[in-house]
């Protein structure tokens, strides 16, 4: 953070919210012209501040408004098994997001799904057949109260 200024701060508070705006609008909102904010945008996104530029999609009107937080025990777990379990979820699309996590259990899944009977043959046919799966638990999502995209800055 010490690289940052004010402005660059302020570009990615703009970005986060909206990261359609063009140059020139962006400029607009932090009273520079296009090509400083260019720049900006360029040694950010170079930086690493910036990973990415995505479309965020309405899972209820794709059906896919069932979420689900899984918290999944492994039944062993050194580097190798962790390693082995985070590959095969980076590949099942049902899981939009996966933390190693301390307590309990090992890693905390959030998964979209279109109803119960979808995450029931989804418990049984894709999470239940990873080998070192020792155990989980499913919390429901009954109301979503708060979902921000970006960070508090």
Do not use: W
């Amino acid at each position: 953070m010490d690289t940052l200024d004010k402005i660059d701060l302020d570009l990615l508070r703009i970005l986060q919210k909206n990261s359609k705006l063009t140059n020139k609008e962006l400029a607009a909102k932090v009273n520079l012209s296009t090509t400083p904010v260019f720049e900006r945008l360029k040694r950010l996104e170079a930086d690493g501040y910036i990973k990415k530029y995505i479309a965020v999609l309405d899972a209820e009107k794709l059906n896919l408004g069932f979420v689900v937080f899984c918290s999944v025990k492994l039944n062993r777990l050194n580097r190798d098994i962790a390693t082995e379990f985070s590959h095969i979820i980076q590949e099942i699309p049902e899981v939009t997001e996966c933390y190693n996590i301390s307590g309990a259990y090992d890693f905390l899944l959030k998964i979209h799904a279109p109803d119960m009977k979808y995450y029931q043959e989804f418990i049984l046919n894709v999470l239940g057949t990873i080998e070192s799966l020792g155990s989980l638990t499913s919390t429901f999502v009954m109301a979503e109260v708060k979902h921000e995209y970006g960070v508090g800055i």
